[in-house]
């Protein structure tokens, strides 16, 4: 899911590596991928001064891999969803959510906003999420040059407990702290008004 939304893949013209790039400002988060993924990772700064970290490495196997799930160079407007076993999804989400996703409060309102340049793919995300939660999906709208799918109050409040709380893998530890607070989040309580 990660890659999903930050990654990047490419032939190297002059050797014919096959490597596979993600970029973060999270230089541990992209440590602990290097460790899970268990490749020969390189991680640096992506430009001298630069907040922003890349990781690439090389595989043969995984690159074919990427493709047959739907993966491509230049994917940012036009990736699909892939097909995700069921009892994976939980976990393609969270790495797209630390990816291109945003936790926080809007007033004392908790909010889960997911972006990205395919349409399609948020569809489809928000589809395969309700499928399995429960939680409806809102509708994809246009902002800017991207889409995004929000989710709000008590939706969002679930769908950080499913994501973050419920079902734990690695994630970046500032969205899951943040998942942690939605948790004690409660609605307020309108004042009654008899007639």
């Given amino acids: ?87 994976l999804l939980v976990h393609f989400v969270r790495g797209f959510v630390d990816g291109d996703g945003t936790l926080a409060w809007n007033g004392d309102r908790p909010i889960l906003q997911i972006y990205s340049g395919s349409k399609q793919l948020l569809e489809d995300m928000g589809a395969a999420i309700e499928a399995q939660t429960g939680i409806p999906a809102p509708n994809v709208i246009a902002n800017r040059k991207l889409w995004n799918i929000k989710w709000s109050t008590t939706r969002a409040k679930c769908l950080a407990a499913w994501l973050y709380i419920d079902n734990p893998g690695l994630a970046l530890d500032g969205k899951a702290a943040i998942a942690a607070n939605f948790l004690a989040w409660q609605p307020r309580k309108q004042p009654h008004t008899g007639t």
């Fill in 1 to 87: 899911g990660y890659w999903w939304a930050d990654g990047y893949m490419r032939i190297k013209r002059n050797t014919g590596a096959h490597l596979i790039e993600l970029a973060s400002v999270d230089h541990d988060h992209l440590l602990a991928i290097a460790d899970v993924v268990g490749e020969k990772c390189d991680v640096r700064k992506i430009r001298a001064g630069s907040d922003c970290y890349g990781m690439e490495f090389c595989s043969k196997e995984m690159y074919p891999d990427l493709l047959a799930l739907g993966g491509m160079p230049n994917k940012s407007n036009v990736i699909g969803f892939p097909a995700i076993p069921d009892e």
